[in-house]
Nanobody, 116 residues
Framework: VQLQASGGGLVEAGGSLRLSCLVS????????MAWYRQGPGKQRELVAA???????NYANSVEGRFTVSRDNDKNVMYMQMNSLKPEDTGVYYC???????????WGQGTLVTVSS
């Protein structure tokens, strides 16, 4: 299975970006699709997740600013990021969980830089 994250870039504070994660080559049913990020000098943290049935959850720090969505038919996940802040800077990784297991697969990450 391959996860290809894209959409990162440099944006000014208050701006927006839309990340995409395309999953290919999977032979399993994807349960949870999620975005994680790792800021400079920080640990990787969960940003947002979406279950196969549409339930979503967000980190408190992005609630109301980020929106995660997915297209199950196309195995694609998106995250619309609005009102970006410098503290949102980091490498954003997508991850998927195989239904019925604890197996998680990771993408290579896309860099988001928010300037003040």
């Amino acid at each position: 299975v391959q996860l290809q994250a894209s959409g990162g870039g440099l944006v000014e504070a208050g701006g927006s970006l839309r990340l995409s994660c395309l999953v290919s080559g999977s032979s399993f049913t994807i349960n949870v699709m999620a975005w994680y990020r790792q800021g400079p000098g920080k640990q990787r943290e969960l940003v947002a997740a979406a279950s196969r049935f549409g339930a979503t959850n967000y980190a408190n720090s992005v609630e109301g600013r980020f929106t995660v969505s997915r297209d199950n038919d196309k195995n694609v996940m998106y995250m619309q990021m609005n009102s970006l802040k410098p503290e949102d800077t980091g490498v954003y990784y997508c991850a998927v969980n195989e239904e019925g297991t604890l197996n998680t697969h990771w993408g290579q990450g896309t860099l988001v830089t928010v300037s003040s």
